[in-house]
C-alpha cells in the first residue's frame, strides 16, 4: 500500500481565497483524522471520521472550516475564506481502528501558506 | 480535558549516547500512550506506544517507562545514532484508541557525530 496520500503537498494562496486540501487514507481503515500542526498550537486535531461518518468536528476552529468524506477513499478539508492564520501544516492519518489499532498512519501534510 | 506537557524541546546528544524525553499528563483516567517520530518533511509515525496497566515496554533500543501514580512517562532511546535525529511527540488518550489523542508540543532530538 502507498500510504496515506495528501494533495497538494504546498499550497500558497491569497487572504479570502478558497483551499481544498485532500486525502486518501490506506484502504481498509476505517477512521480518517484531519490535524493541524503549528508552532504556536503543536498537533491538533480537527475532525475524525468513522466509516464515512464525521464522530467529533470538536476542533474545527470555526465554520469556515469544513470537512467531507463522501467515500471510504477519499476526503477534503475545505477552508473557505481563508485568513493568514490558517498558515500551518495539516495532516490526514487513518486507522484500523477499535481498541487493538490505534496505529495512526499519518500523510506527508499539506504546507499551507495563505498570504 | 487532558493537558500534556513534553520536556525538553530540544535535546542535543552524542552518538552512541542515550536520550530521555518526558511527558507529564493530566488526566488519571488516559490509559493509553504513544510515542510518535516526525523526520522533516513527514508526517508523524508511531514507534512505541504503552498502555496504563504496564509500567514498562521495550523495542531494541527504544524503551517507554509509565508512572501513572505521579503521571508522567518517558522515552528513552539507548545507543542513540544519527538516524534518530528527528522531532518526537508524546501522546495520551483516555479513550484507549487514537480517536482522541492529546499530543504534546515535541522535543527535537539531534544526535551528533
Known amino acids: 500500500d502507498a500510504g496515506v496520500i495528501q494533495s497538494p503537498r504546498h499550497e500558497v494562496t491569497e487572504m479570502g481565497q478558497e483551499v481544498t486540501l485532500r486525502c486518501k487514507p490506506i484502504s481498509g481503515h476505517d477512521y480518517l483524522f484531519w490535524y493541524r500542526q503549528t508552532m504556536m498550537r503543536g498537533l491538533e486535531l480537527l475532525i475524525y471520521f468513522n466509516n464515512n461518518v464525521p464522530i467529533d468536528d470538536s476542533g474545527m476552529p470555526e465554520d469556515r472550516f469544513s470537512a467531507k468524506m463522501p467515500n471510504a477513499s477519499f476526503s477534503t478539508l475545505k477552508i473557505q475564506p481563508s485568513e493568514p492564520r490558517d498558515s500551518a501544516v495539516y495532516f490526514c492519518a487513518s486507522s484500523l481502528g477499535g481498541a487493538a489499532n490505534e496505529k495512526l498512519f499519518f500523510g506527508s501534510g499539506t504546507q499551507l501558506s495563505v498570504l | 480535558g487532558e493537558n500534556v506537557e513534553q520536556h525538553p524541546s530540544t535535546l542535543s546528544v552524542q552518538e552512541g549516547d542515550s536520550a530521555v524525553i518526558k511527558c507529564t499528563y493530566s488526566d488519571s483516567a488516559s490509559n493509553y500512550f504513544p510515542w510518535y517520530k516526525q523526520e522533516l518533511g513527514k508526517g508523524p509515525q508511531l514507534i512505541i506506544d504503552?498502555?496504563?496497566?504496564?509500567g514498562e515496554k521495550k523495542d531494541q533500543r527504544i524503551a517507554v517507562t509509565l508512572n501513572k501514580t505521579a503521571k508522567h512517562f518517558s522515552l528513552h532511546i539507548t545507543e542513540t545514532q544519527p538516524e534518530d535525529s528527528a522531532v518526537y511527540f508524546c501522546?495520551?488518550?483516555?479513550?484507549?484508541?487514537?480517536?482522541?489523542?492529546?499530543f504534546g508540543t515535541g522535543t527535537r532530538l539531534q544526535v551528533t557525530l
Open positions: 504503552i498502555r496504563s496497566n504496564v
Open positions: 501522546a495520551a488518550s483516555r479513550t484507549g484508541t487514537a480517536s482522541k489523542l492529546t
